[in-house]
T-cell receptor, first 114, second 109 residues
């Protein structure tokens, strides 16, 4: 399977703990996006990278959230001091820059904060 | 501010009937509009985008700048069209995609 992969697929944690998610994009895709999706809502943009540079970050993104893409390949999203409101599906997508850029989504990581 | 509104959370039609999923947007410039679909137990995938002006799986969508709408239409719905549909907008110089809340389409036999 050469699609976008995300690990873990599910994560249950206690409030106050830190969690880290990983996204492996389609190889050679230079853009990588993170989204969050809560029940009954569409995906909400969090941040995106072009190669290793983080070019845009949502103003809604708390300081407890940080993302990296150190070598321009896989990316990690860390949430520090998790809160119950962080419970959501975290989606990753990757794309190749171009006129008809298409974002390919991963299966998501479902986070539950108890 | 960018905003995408899908007024119907649920839509149910019979097989063979026409279907229209509504999408309205708010954006001051020239946006790019998309429709994404998520079938049961599958990941989110692009269905079509307005700049391509193509028909995918019998679906079409026309961007109406006057009404700020991008409704998705299919003349004869099929059971396999049952899925969650999201309208999305990308505008300006940014690359953040703004999604609507989605419409769950059920096509009954």
């Amino acid at each position: 399977d050469t699609g976008v992969s995300q690990n873990p697929r599910h994560k249950i944690t206690k409030r106050g703990q830190n969690v880290t998610f990983r996204c492996d994009p389609i190889s050679e895709h230079n853009r990588l996006y993170w989204y969050r999706q809560t029940l009954g809502q569409g995906p909400e943009f969090l941040t995106y990278f072009q190669n290793e540079a983080q070019l845009e970050k949502s103003r809604l993104l708390s300081d407890r959230f940080s993302a990296e893409r150190p070598k321009g390949s896989f990316s990690t999203l860390e949430i520090q001091r998790t809160e119950q409101g962080d419970s959501a599906m975290y989606l990753c997508a990757s794309s190749l820059v171009g006129v008809e850029e298409t974002q390919y989504f991963g299966p998501g990581t479902r986070l539950l904060v108890l | 501010a960018q905003r995408v509104t899908q007024p119907e959370k649920l839509l149910s039609v019979f097989k063979g009937a026409p279907v229209e999923l509504k999408c309205n947007y708010s954006y001051s410039g020239s946006p790019e509009l998309f429709w994404y679909v998520q079938y049961s137990r599958q990941r989110l995938q692009l269905l079509l985008r307005h700049i391509s002006r193509e028909s995918i799986k019998g679906f079409t969508a026309d961007l109406n700048k006057g009404e700020t709408s991008f409704h998705l239409k299919k003349p004869f719905a099929q059971e396999e069209d049952s899925a969650m549909y999201y309208c999305a907008l990308r505008g300006g110089f940014g690359n953040d995609m703004r999604f609507g809340a989605g419409t769950r389409l059920t096509v009954k036999p």
